[in-house]
């Protein structure tokens, strides 16, 4: 799986929209960009996914670059319970089989009143 | 219940003393991992079930760890004589075949005194 690079940690108003960074420079043609979340306490939770075209579903949206070596994910009105760790990842999707999925380190996300 | 679920919730274990922890994944869930995560980093695999069958167990740290799911559901965590370097957060999560989004349970947080 590709490696990926996420600022460690970031600040957001309460009702602003957080924008999170992810560059992935060596994401291959049939690797997919996966974002999920983890809440303090709780299991990761997925949030979405994308090959190259923008994707926005009921919790965020997820621009993808056109060379696709990063990607960006948007909350558009971050609340107080979007705090969380925001990970980044990059693997190969396929209609079944297996997928070892590698986390890394996460963006740690502080949403501010 | 709906989503996976872990327990025990924490546990606490004497140096050299085995523990096990169990899983129980979503109903009808083939693939089956687990994670462990230490603290503040992202999960890391240890292993990968496909119904009763263990894939992939490249991530576990040594042989001390086991692991098996012997009816295809739910799931067992097995440390022998636990070290302190084993204290960490142990995360299952399940996902349905042909799905791309894994559920994860909220872990059972292990401490080796």
């Known amino acids: 799986d590709a490696k990926t690079t996420q600022p460690p940690s970031m600040d957001c108003a309460e009702g602003r929209a957080a924008n999170l960074p992810c560059n992935h420079s060596?994401?291959?043609?049939?690797?997919?960009v996966y974002w999920y979340r983890q809440i303090h306490s709780q299991g990761p939770q997925y949030i979405i996914h994308g090959l190259k075209n923008n994707e926005t579903n009921e919790m965020a949206s997820l621009i993808i670059t056109e060379d696709r070596k990063s990607s960006t994910l948007i909350l558009p009105h971050a609340t107080l319970r979007d705090t969380a760790v925001y990970y980044c990842i990059v693997r190969v999707a396929g209609s079944g089989g297996y997928q070892k999925v590698t986390f890394g380190t996460g963006t740690k996300l502080q949403v501010i009143p | 219940g709906a989503g996976v679920s872990q327990s025990p919730r924490y546990k606490v274990a004497k140096r050299g003393q085995d523990v096990a922890l169990r899983c129980d994944p979503i109903s009808g869930h083939v693939s089956l991992f687990w994670y462990q995560q230490a603290l503040g980093q992202g999960p890391e695999f240890l292993t990968y079930f496909q119904n009763e069958a263990q894939l992939d167990k490249s991530g576990l740290p040594s042989d001390r760890f086991f692991a098996e799911r012997p009816e295809g559901s739910v799931s067992t965590l097995k440390i022998q004589r636990t070290q302190q370097e084993d204290s960490a957060v142990y995360l299952c999560a399940s996902r349905l075949q042909g799905s791309t989004e894994a559920f994860f349970g909220q872990g059972t947080r292990l401490t080796v005194v």
């Open positions: 060596t994401i291959s043609g049939n690797e997919y």
